[in-house]
Nanobody, 118 residues
Framework: VQLQASGGGLVQPGGSLRLSCAAS????????MSWYRQAPGKQREFVAG???????NYADSLKGRFTISRDNAKNTMYLQMNSLTPEDTAVYYC?????????????WGQGTLVTVSS
């Protein structure tokens, strides 16, 4: 099982980034996929999630700026981040959670660093 997050980097305030999470080794389409982030000195927090149906949910503070999506054909999840602020600086992690009853699966990617700074 592998979750490979990518797309992080240095961006100026007000800029945009698109993160990707490429999955392999499990049945991507049956997993709830989500993004978390951890800022320096803070606990890891939920950012956004996308269900197998495609329905999405977001942390209240991020609604309207971030958009999560998935492409089951490519086994990939995305996070489009707009209007970034320095407070968005963090390591962003992707997570996969099995949704089928009776089956286990809870995986994390290695994280990709997003730095918002001028």
């Amino acid at each position: 099982v592998q979750l490979q997050a990518s797309g992080g980097g240095l961006v100026q305030p007000g800029g945009s980034l698109r993160l990707s999470c490429a999955a392999s080794g499990f049945t991507f389409s049956t997993y709830f996929m989500s993004w978390y982030r951890q800022a320096p000195g803070k606990q890891r927090e939920f950012v956004a999630g996308v269900r197998t149906s495609g329905n999405t949910n977001y942390a209240d503070s991020l609604k309207g700026r971030f958009t999560i999506s998935r492409d089951n054909a490519k086994n990939t999840m995305y996070l489009q981040m707009n209007s970034l602020t320095p407070e968005d600086t963090a390591v962003y992690y992707c997570r996969a959670q099995e949704t089928r009853a009776g089956l286990r699966g809870d995986y994390w990617g290695q994280g990709t660093l997003v730095t918002v700074s001028s």
